[in-house]
């Protein structure tokens, strides 16, 4: 994918994020806007590293790896960034991402069928594992605390 491409899917991305941001917290689009482009900033500095450092790491990990260099004490423009990303409330973009996510496997629902039912029961194990498995994390983590 050509660097204009990434540029113009992160662009709509951020500002699917600063609606929702919008609609479900009540921080205007403006005041989420340096966030925003925070985030576009790092996320296409994370694309470029893919494709310059011959190192193969996938994007998400170049992004992590930038926004921590961005938001770190040696940083001259850590409160820049650390205020401006607080301002965006993290859940907003889900739906979007669901979304996203519905429609990168539309084209493949033949195979998701030709799965059969294990599919459907690996999916529902998959997600009941891992609703118990943080329920009871939690549990113990706040009974080990005192909060319960």
Do not use: H
């Not at 296409?44 to 926004?67: E, N, S, W």
């Not at 409160?79 to 979304?99: L, R, Y």
């Amino acid at each position: 994918m050509r660097y204009l491409e990434w540029l113009f899917l992160l662009a709509v991305g951020a500002c699917g994020t600063g609606l929702a941001n919008f609609i479900g917290y009540g921080v205007g689009f403006l005041e989420s806007l340096p966030g925003l482009v925070i985030l576009v900033i790092i996320s296409m500095l994370g694309v470029a590293c893919t494709k310059c450092i011959p190192l193969r790491l996938p994007i998400v990990a170049y992004c992590a790896i930038i926004g921590l260099l961005f938001a770190c004490p040696l940083s001259p423009i850590r409160e820049f960034v650390i205020t401006s990303a607080s301002k965006i409330n993290f859940t907003a973009p889900f739906t979007m991402v669901g979304a996203y996510a519905g429609l990168a496997i539309g084209d493949q629902l033949k195979a998701f069928i030709k799965q059969g039912p294990k599919i459907l029961i690996v999916g529902i194990l998959v997600m009941t594992g891992t609703f118990l498995g943080s329920c009871i994390w939690d549990s113990l983590i706040l009974k080990l605390s005192g909060a319960i």
